[in-house]
């Protein structure tokens, strides 16, 4: 196997200011050695990876990396800047920084090896020596484990983590290989000799990134130095690129508490299921694993029980040190995002009922009275009444799992409660909102409460949700419910006087929305609104044209951006192009993630031209007049679209209007210097987008 890292590669003086600025110097050097045969690709790679997650981290490290077909073998290059360099991370600058490539097909091995070096950065002899070397050829022998630092020896002895273990050396206990003789690789042993009778609260835990190369590993191995730190027995399963080694079932069983630390779902998770848990990215595992220890061993002192069912990421409520506004966000999302099925199961089949039976098929008796096999009138009332019942769960769902993603499994009840009581008093989405909301605060109220031990099993199915469904439905039935349907109405009411200028502005506001994360938050809020206006029976004009809006801005970025790459198909990289074909297909379908590829890698032209695009597409809609009562479909569900011709008119605008701006902006540009690409990002940065869309790394 041939070194990944070489003099060649080493960079003691790196000069770069931005992160763009640094993964381009060091990749330039990987292109140099035959490791990496298309720069601009392979940088494009980089700032996908680097978009979904900040790589850097406390103690001034930097860890750019990513898989990517421009890589021929796994690769590190390392590079030292005196003035630091920005990679996001809490502490500061980075002036370690690693850029790490790995092919598309790596083998184990090679992964292994790049995973062990992510342990050692955790490792403060390994780093200090990094910053003392003095020549470049030292520097990557000492990344190799060909030299190794001499270790601060404490006064018990030899430390129990030394930086003095050669990466390569290291590299097993990376992939979580387990011994011999089957027992875990990544059990703490600080509690083994203490002579104590004491059993030691124990911890399994599961480690995760997108990659599986860097933070994977970091996490498990800060993990396992808080754990000892702790006196706690602390088992770490990284879950990492090159496989990973199932945990003993009997650990398992054994174990007190659970700590996921991922930001890729946990495989087979539901092995952890029943036991306290706290769930969180990636980022926090390696940033305060003594907070997360000290968090799971408070949930098991209050017989919190979830494990396997814990919500994802996106989903959870906020990791300490967020902002309100961020959890909040996040406590909606979670709600909107399970809600959205609903809306268009629901909205697509009241729609075909509408198509098939016309508008008074509303008025059919139930099916199950009458419904004849041959008349197509009964099938357009089966699937209206089928839709209109799924629209039912609209606001129920909303508010239950907000306050899932506030409190987990016990915020389900209060929520779906508040959220029937929400639709029963025609409170609408304003009182699904502050339905979810109550009911998650109650129930994390309700569980700061220290309570005996012998009662802490029937909690999470018994107290807590008797306790928290009372408050809630007394709230919303005496308190707050009136007010809030009160304003559900105003706010319908103002909808429906809607006309002439004030609905064309208002199209060109939600086109603004629509377009200004793709799929993101704000996006989110635009659709969210739009559709809450079509989940009833009897849509209002108004409502099926802001909803026709929303839809038409929403399809304008991605349309465009195949267009712009079809055009001026020079102004993009290979990569852009390749993904410009796929554009059209998820633009015609209506998902605006689409563009995503593209705003990332170019976010002050392409996210403005798309604005633009959008706002124009909007205002032309609610101008034509067009409605639109299924919440999804793109061309699709043309033919369901009231003035469909007009429509379409309107999206052509935008698209055009668009990918004229996208491709007048990059045509101005300048190609910096070094710059190998007419299209090549200069300015790589992510934005505030809740995408789905796989990246490829």
């Not at 959890?327 to 809600?339: E, F, Q």
């Not at 990289?573 to 590829?597: C, D, Q």
Request: proline content about 6%; glycine content about 12%.
């Amino acid at each position: 196997m041939s070194e990944m890292i070489t003099a060649d590669l080493v960079d003691l003086d790196l000069s770069a200011d931005t992160k763009e600025a640094a993964a381009r110097a060091l990749a330039e050097r990987m292109v140099a050695q035959g490791r990496v045969t298309d720069l601009e690709g392979f940088l494009a790679d980089v700032a996908a990876r680097e978009a979904q997650m900040p790589t850097g981290l406390d103690g001034g490290i930097g860890i750019p990396h990513c898989r990517s077909e421009y890589v021929t073998e796994p690769s590190l290059a390392f590079g030292r800047s005196a003035e630091g360099v920005d990679f996001g991370a809490p502490d500061g600058p980075a002036d370690l920084i690693f850029l790490i490539a790995a092919p598309a097909g790596a083998d184990d091995a090679h992964l292994t090896i790049l995973s062990a070096l992510a342990r050692q950065l955790m490792n403060a002899e390994f780093t200090s020596a990094l910053r003392a070397v003095g020549d470049a050829e030292s520097a990557a022998a000492l990344i190799r484990g060909d030299e190794t630092p001499a270790p601060s020896t404490p006064a018990s002895g030899t430390p129990e983590n030394s930086a003095a273990t050669p990466v390569a050396a290291s590299a097993g206990a990376a992939a979580g290989s387990s011994p011999a003789d089957g027992s875990p690789a990544d059990v703490s042993t600080a509690a083994t000799d203490t002579g104590a009778d004491e059993q030691p609260f124990r911890i399994v835990a599961v480690t995760s990134c997108p990659t599986g190369i860097a933070h994977t590993y970091m996490a498990a191995e800060a993990l396992e130095n808080a754990g000892r730190a702790a006196g706690v027995d602390l088992v770490v399963e990284p879950q990492g690129s090159a496989g990973f080694t199932r945990l003993d079932p009997a650990v398992i069983a054994a174990a007190d508490a659970v700590i996921f630390a991922h930001d890729v779902p946990v495989r087979e998770k539901e092995r952890f299921a029943g036991k306290p848990t706290v769930d969180v990215g990636v980022k926090a595992g390696i940033n305060r694993p003594a907070e997360l220890i000290s968090e799971v061993r408070g949930k098991a002192e209050r017989g919190e029980a979830a494990g396997g069912s814990a919500p994802t990421p996106v989903e959870r409520g906020g990791e300490a040190g967020e902002g309100y506004g961020s959890m909040l966000r996040k406590w909606l999302m979670s709600g909107v995002s399970y809600m959205v099925p609903f809306v268009a199961a629901g909205g697509l089949l009241i729609a075909l009922g509408f198509a098939i039976g016309g508008y008074e098929i509303k008025s059919a008796p139930s099916v199950m009275q009458h419904f004849v096999w041959t008349q197509t009138d009964s099938w357009a009332a089966l699937m209206f009444q089928i839709g209109a019942v799924a629209f039912g769960f609209l606001v129920p769902v909303l508010a239950g799992y907000i306050a899932y993603g506030m409190a987990d499994r016990p915020g389900l009840v209060p929520g779906f409660v508040g959220g029937m009581i929400a639709s029963t008093i025609n409170a609408g989405f304003l009182g699904g909102l502050a339905a979810g909301l109550i009911a998650g605060g109650v129930v994390l109220a309700i569980q700061k409460v220290k309570i005996p031990k012998a009662v802490r099993g029937i909690m999470p199915v018994v107290v807590i949700p008797l306790i928290s469904t009372a408050i809630v439905g007394f709230l919303m039935f005496v308190v707050i419910g009136k007010p809030i349907a009160s304003a559900q109405k105003g706010m319908t009411d103002w909808l429906n006087g809607l006309s002439g200028s004030n609905a064309i502005l208002l199209g060109a506001l939600l086109g603004l929305m629509m377009c200004f994360d793709l799929g993101g938050p704000v996006n989110k809020v635009a659709y969210t609104f739009a559709t809450a206006g079509i989940a009833v029976s009897s849509p209002s004009d108004s409502a099926m044209k802001i909803m026709a809006a929303v839809m038409a801005a929403g399809m304008v970025p991605p349309l465009a951006m195949a267009l712009a790459t079809t055009v001026r198909g020079k102004l993009f990289t290979e990569t852009e192009r390749e993904n410009g074909k796929a554009a059209w297909v998820l633009g015609a379908s209506f998902i605006s993630e689409g563009a995503i590829p593209f705003a990332a890698a170019d976010p002050l032209r392409v996210i403005p031209s798309a604005m633009v695009g959008g706002a124009i597409t909007g205002s032309l809609s609610m101008a034509f007049g067009a409605t639109l009562r299924a919440p999804h479909g793109g061309i699709f569900v043309v033919p369901l679209i009231g003035h469909a011709f007009l429509y379409l008119i309107a999206i052509a605008v935008g698209m055009c209007v668009t990918a004229a701006l996208v491709v007048v902006l990059k045509g101005m540009r300048k190609p910096a210097a070094g710059s190998t690409a007419p299209g090549a990002p200069e300015d790589i940065s992510a934005p505030t987008a809740d995408t789905k869309q796989p990246v490829a790394v």
